[in-house]
C-alpha cells in the first residue's frame, strides 16, 4: 500500500511530533514475513524509497503496520514476503547455497574443458575445439560475472553494469552454439567442406562483437 500526505502552502519536514501512519497488511500473514517492514518515503531526487526520517513502530491488531515520521510526503510499507510452506529463511539460504555452489562446479567443469582441449594437440588442431573452446570462455565470464555481481543491487552503476555483462555473454554463448551447429551441419551434412581460418576469425568477430555493437 502507498499513499500520500500533501499541505499547501509550505514544506513539512523535521517535524517536532512525529506523524503516526499505519497501512493494512491484510492480504499478507506476518508469519510469512522474511523480516520486519521498512517505513519508507518516496525521494524524488534520487527517485527511490528512502527510510530517512521513518521508523517500524510495530503492529497493531489486524495485522496493521504502524510507523512514525517526522515529515509529510509520500509514504509505504515494504515487506519482503515468502509464501513456501515452513518459512523461507533457512529455505533462501539453502537455496543460495546450492546455487552457488552449482555456479562454482560449473566454472570448474569449463575451466577443466578448456585447459583439456588447449593442452592437447591433437584435440587443440579440430575445428569443433576452436568453436567449444570460445563457448566455454563465453560462459565461463557470464558465470564469474553472476557470482561476483549479481549482489550488486544497491549501486544503480554496479547493477546496470552487472545486468549488461551477463545479458551480453549469454547473447555470445547462444551465437557460439548456432555456430557449433552449423559447423555440425557442415561435417556431418555436406561433408566435403574446408573450414579455413579466415572463416573461423570471421565467425569469432560475429559472435563476440555482434552484441557489443548493437548495446
Same mark, same amino acid.
Given at each position: 500500500p502507498v499513499f500520500g500526505v500533501i499541505v499547501v502552502p509550505g514544506e513539512f519536514s523535521n517535524l517536532l511530533q512525529p506523524v503516526s501512519l499505519c497501512l493494512s497488511l491484510n492480504e499478507y500473514n506476518q508469519e510469512n514475513f522474511t523480516e520486519d517492514p521498512q517505513c519508507v518515503s518516496w525521494d524524488f531526487e534520487a527517485r527511490d524509497w528512502v527510510t530517512t526520517g521513518c521508523v517500524f513502530t510495530g503492529y497493531r491488531p489486524g495485522n496493521i503496520a504502524c510507523c512514525s515520521c517526522t515529515h509529510i510526503t509520500n509514504f509505504a510499507v515494504l515487506v519482503s514476503v515468502c509464501t513456501r510452506t515452513g518459512g523461507c /529463511?533457512? /529455505?533462501?539460504?539453502?537455496?543460495?547455497?546450492?546455487?552457488?555452489?552449482? =555456479?562454482?562446479a560449473s566454472l570448474i567443469g569449463l575451466a577443466l574443458t578448456i585447459i583439456t582441449l588447449l593442452a592437447f594437440k591433437k584435440l587443440r588442431s579440430r575445428d569443433a575445439s576452436k568453436f567449444n573452446v570460445q563457448l566455454c570462455i563465453a560462459?565461463?565470464?557470464m558465470y564469474i =560475472?553472476?557470482?561476483? /555481481?549479481?549482489?550488486?543491487?544497491?549501486?544503480?552503476?554496479?547493477?546496470?553494469? =552487472?545486468?549488461?555483462l551477463i545479458h551480453y555473454f549469454t547473447l555470445v554463448s547462444f551465437m557460439w552454439m548456432g555456430a557449433i551447429a552449423l559447423l555440425m551441419f557442415q561435417k556431418f551434412i555436406? =561433408?566435403?567442406?574446408?573450414?579455413?581460418?579466415?572463416?573461423?576469425?570471421?565467425?569469432?568477430?560475429?559472435?563476440?562483437r555482434k552484441h557489443f555493437v548493437a548495446m
Open positions: /529463511g533457512s /529455505g533462501g539460504l539453502a537455496l543460495e547455497i546450492l546455487s552457488i555452489a552449482g =555456479v562454482i560462459l565461463f565470464c =560475472v553472476f557470482l561476483s /555481481g549479481i549482489d550488486q543491487t544497491s549501486n544503480m552503476a554496479g547493477c546496470v553494469t =552487472v545486468s549488461v555436406i =561433408v566435403f567442406i574446408h573450414i579455413t581460418t579466415k572463416y573461423i576469425i570471421a565467425v569469432s568477430l560475429l559472435c563476440w
